[in-house]
């Protein structure tokens, strides 16, 4: 079945430095969305890719999707300490089912 | 803003008791999604909803089973609790014609 992996698992920064976290589908992705779990929190969505090269940014966030729908990335500049959380890709097969597959997650952890 | 509801919000059982988690979606949503996340687990995806008609179906144990009601609010019922049940159940909705899901506070579930 479609696997999405994302590296690292775990990132500790210091506040101000730069955070990326990579994900890796399996399969090539009809699109791929990003969300935001705050400790002890839901999930939350930050933003949906669709195009194959598409760059989006959202203040100090940057999100790429790969050429090739199949891997994608988020870039936090200049990190704050409320940008701890757990980063999660979803993909969406772009053969068959709508289901989302959830990435592994990135937890980021702030050091003030 | 409107957002998503479950209910309840916690809930204890005994192995092999059952429990059912009711889902209210944002209104004017058609699709609902059911996820199980574990502890330090990503939301793994069980099973959807849309216009009243399962849509789509995931790692779902025989035991649970669910459906969406003609106000488009959810229910999971989930039978024969064992310990592994344990987690983390998050209902999401998203609008007609749109991936983004909007993801409620969940319900914690313990199995003792």
């Known amino acids: 079945g479609q696997q999405v992996m994302q590296i690292p698992q775990y990132q500790h920064v210091q506040e101000g430095e730069d955070f990326t976290t990579y994900c890796n589908s399996s399969t090539t992705l009809s699109n791929i969305q990003w969300y935001k779990q705050r400790p002890g929190g839901h999930p939350v969505f930050l933003i949906q890719l669709v195009k194959s090269g598409e760059v989006k940014k959202q203040k100090r966030l940057t999100f790429q999707f790969g050429e090739a729908k199949k891997n994608s990335s988020l870039h936090i500049t200049a990190t704050q300490t409320t940008d701890v959380g757990t980063y999660f890709c979803?993909?969406?097969?772009?053969?068959?089912?709508?289901?989302?597959?959830f990435g592994t997650g990135t937890r980021l952890t702030i050091i003030p | 803003a409107a957002g998503v509801i479950q209910s309840p919000r916690h809930l204890i059982k005994e192995k092999r008791e059952t429990a059912t988690l009711k889902c209210y979606p944002i209104?004017?949503?058609?699709?609902v999604y059911w996820y199980q996340q574990g502890p330090g687990q990503d939301p793994q995806f069980l099973i959807s909803?849309?216009?009243?008609?399962?849509?789509d179906k995931g790692s779902i144990p025989d035991r649970f089973s669910a459906q969406q009601f003609s106000d488009y609010h959810s229910e999971l019922n989930m039978s024969s609790l064992e310990l592994g049940d344990s987690a983390l159940y998050f209902c999401?909705?998203?609008?007609?014609?749109?991936?983004?899901?909007?993801f409620g506070p969940g319900t914690r579930l313990t199995v003792t």
């Open positions: 979803a993909g969406r097969a772009i053969f068959g089912n709508e289901k989302l597959t």
């Open positions: 999401a909705s998203s609008r007609p014609s749109s991936h983004e899901q909007y």
């Open positions: 909803f849309y216009e009243k008609m399962q849509s």
């Open positions: 209104p004017r949503h058609d699709t």
